[in-house]
């Protein structure tokens, strides 16, 4: 089974961040500069690499995390979570993608909202 997914169209430096209780926790990331003027980021499960809280477990804060640091506005972001997949027989270890929409509070986001997409549809959206 393949635990430490290299770099590849969805993924293009990691971001290290602070997860529950501060744990030093790691993601895979891309951010897409859109032709609407949006920004498109990919937080990408890396697994073993990954130390501490998993992307799923974090997904509010480290996108308002992501967005701050790339100096975004919430009306210009789009969240797209990635699992790649891991070559298991085993059904959950396949390659998904959810884009992962918030509530905004005024200084984070809140209650994330998943939909799954198909890998086309990333594409698209990455092309946009």
């Not at 797209?80 to 027989?89: F, V």
């Not at 959810?98 to 997409?117: A, H, I």
Request: with cysteine.
């Amino acid at each position: 089974m393949e635990t430490n997914p290299a770099f590849n169209n969805y993924m293009d430096c990691y971001f290290d961040f602070p997860g529950q209780w501060e744990i030093p926790s790691r993601c895979g990331l891309k951010v897409v500069h859109r032709r609407d003027g949006k920004r498109l980021v990919i937080a990408t499960e890396i697994y073993r690499q990954n130390p501490g809280t998993p992307v799923t477990e974090w997904v509010a804060p480290l996108a308002t995390r992501i967005m701050k640091h790339i100096d975004e506005q919430p009306e210009t972001f789009i969240f797209i979570e990635h699992t790649p997949d891991l070559r298991s027989k085993l059904t959950f270890y396949e390659e998904t993608f959810d884009r992962v929409t918030f509530g905004w509070d005024g200084s984070k986001f809140t209650n994330p909202q998943w939909s799954r997409l198909t890998k086309e549809e990333v594409n698209q959206l990455m092309e946009e």
